[in-house]
């Protein structure tokens, strides 16, 4: 049980593995993950630039994209495999994947969270709708109608830099 309820936990006497406690003036109520409702509490952030091409030659898109934004082709990347390439990116940015698609060339994001149906069910409630639902990720149109995907997490360090929804 937490005791560290209104005050930050003190690490040696509180017992609590939470980062996030209840402080009214904030009007937050969380404690060990929870909400007082009794909800779970996750992580999500902006993960990946995924640049969509319908080509025929996926390394040649890449090599493009790779020019133009000053990049490397990652080739050891586990991502660069298959229709994707990986661009090399720094540890605190965003992944850039160039991808061979089926559909019309377009550039969408993914967002890595630590529970996918929570991380769709909080964006659902903005207007965001399922487009599709596959193995590993969901893909969600946006009110405006832009497609993107919500993912697990895919970069290291996580949840650094991530929002904690409750």
């Keep these: 049980m937490c005791t560290g309820h209104f005050r930050l936990p003190d ?12 402080f009214p003036a904030l009007g937050a109520k969380t404690c060990c993950g929870f909400n007082f409702l009794g909800t779970h509490m996750h992580y999500s952030r902006l993960c990946a630039l995924l640049i969509d091409c319908n080509t025929p030659n996926v390394d040649e898109a890449a090599q493009f994209w790779a020019r133009a934004l ?6 050891e990347h586990p991502g660069t495999r298959g229709n994707y390439r990986m661009l090399e990116t720094l540890p605190d940015e965003p992944l850039v994947q160039i991808q061979r ?6 550039v969408h994001i993914d967002i890595e969270t630590d ?44 949840p650094k830099n991530a929002i904690r929804w409750a």
């Design 70 to 75: 000053g990049r490397a082709i990652d080739i």
């Design 101 to 106: 698609v089926n559909h019309e060339s377009r």
């Design 115 to 158: 529970d996918i149906p929570a991380e769709v069910a909080r964006l659902e409630k903005l207007g965001a709708k399922v487009a599709e639902r596959l193995e590993r990720w969901v893909v969600m149109q946006a009110p405006t109608g832009q497609r993107f995907c919500v993912v697990r997490v895919q970069r290291p360090g996580f």
């Design 11 to 22: 690490a040696a006497t509180s017992g609590c593995s939470a980062a996030v406690h209840a």
